[in-house]
């Protein structure tokens, strides 16, 4: 179960850098939006990230919260930012979800 949340945290992770991004491009009151949904995703990120640190070990569970939030935050910024897509970023990407999986394997 703690390696659900735990994913479930990674993805908020994704949504506070949305959040961001989005607010970076907005203006008025939509900006404040933004950065509001930015405040709640990164505590409901955070909450969830302690409560898998409770049984996970702190190495592994950080390392995968950060891989979850860097693959999909790339993701998302070629999606919905028109980043570039190169060969490199997607080797890399591939190579740290690789990582994850593998993090995920050797541990309890």
């Known amino acids: 179960m703690n390696w659900i949340i735990l994913i479930i945290a990674g993805l908020f992770e994704v949504g506070f850098t949305l959040c961001l991004g989005k607010a970076k491009h907005a203006t008025g009151n939509a900006m404040y939006l933004w950065y509001f949904g930015f405040l709640v995703t990164i505590t409901v990120s955070m909450l969830l990230l302690i409560k898998a640190t409770q049984s996970l070990p702190i190495g592994t569970a950080y390392a995968v919260w950060t891989g979850i939030g860097a693959v999909g935050t790339v993701l998302m ?32």
């Open 77 to 108: 910024g070629i999606l919905l930012f028109k980043e570039p897509v190169t060969f490199l970023r997607l080797l890399f990407i591939v190579t740290l979800v690789g990582s994850i999986v593998g993090l995920k394997a050797v541990s309890s």
